[in-house]
Nanobody, 119 residues
């Protein structure tokens, strides 16, 4: 049974920091690309940051220079360090594990964690 469990969300003032963590089980973690998505009320879910199995990273433009994604394959965890938070970062943040084998794709999701940034 695959489980992705997020932690670290909360309420923070603009300019503050939060660190999200996602603990994975039930998958061969090192083989998966990991991502953090977010969904604000009335908006579509968007990919915020991703890290491949080879630890290459990518970010949506709006968080570049402020957010950092990292992974620890020994602990099966992926983290998202969020600095200089803005009210527009307010959303539910979801952890995703993704792997493609041939034409088949495997995607697993966490339950989400709320991040609220007050102005």
């Amino acid at each position: 049974q695959v489980q992705l469990v997020e932690s670290g969300g909360g309420l923070v003032q603009a300019g503050g920091s939060l660190r999200l963590a996602c603990a994975a089980s039930g998958i061969i973690f090192r083989l998966y690309s990991m991502g953090w998505y977010r969904q604000a009320p009335g908006k579509q879910r968007e990919l915020v940051a991703a890290i491949t199995s080879g630890s290459s990273t990518s970010y949506v433009d709006s968080v570049k220079g402020r957010f950092t994604i990292s992974r620890d394959n020994a602990k099966n965890t992926v983290t998202l360090q969020m600095n200089s938070l803005k009210p527009e970062d307010t959303a539910v943040y979801y952890c995703n594990a993704h792997r493609q084998i041939g034409t088949r794709e495997y995607d697993y999701w966490g339950q989400g964690t709320q991040v609220t940034v007050s102005s």
